[in-house]
Nanobody, 115 residues
Framework: QVQLVESGGGLVQPGGSLRLSCAAS????????IAWTRQAPGKQRELVAS???????GYADSMKARFTISRDNAKNTVYLQMNSLEPEDTAVYYC?????????WGQGTQVTVSS
């Protein structure tokens, strides 16, 4: 079993920053990918960023200039640093771990960007 717990969401003003964390526990294999995905009200879920266990990263084009994904393998934790936040970034942000072809999801953390 794998458990993913996201934290760090909240209310922030436009132009502000937040750092999300995703702590993984349970049967974590050494080779995996962890991704952040978000879903805004009335919209489809979209990939934000991903990082492999070796540190290779990928970003959605619209976010690569403002968001940074990183991970601490010793803590099995992945971070998403979000800067210059815009109201359009308001969404529930989900952490997803992919290993051996199986996807595990966290419960999500709400990010609201509003003045």
């Amino acid at each position: 079993q794998v458990q993913l717990v996201e934290s760090g969401g909240g209310l922030v003003q436009p132009g502000g920053s937040l750092r999300l964390s995703c702590a993984a526990s349970g049967s974590i294999f050494s080779i995996n990918t962890i991704a952040w995905t978000r879903q805004a009200p009335g919209k489809q879920r979209e990939l934000v960023a991903s990082i492999t266990s070796s540190g290779s990263t990928g970003y959605a084009d619209s976010m690569k200039a403002r968001f940074t994904i990183s991970r601490d393998n010793a803590k099995n934790t992945v971070y998403l640093q979000m800067n210059s936040l815009e109201p359009e970034d308001t969404a529930v942000y989900y952490c997803r771990l992919i290993q051996r072809g199986i996807h595990y999801w966290g419960q999500g953390t709400q990010v609201t960007v509003s003045s």
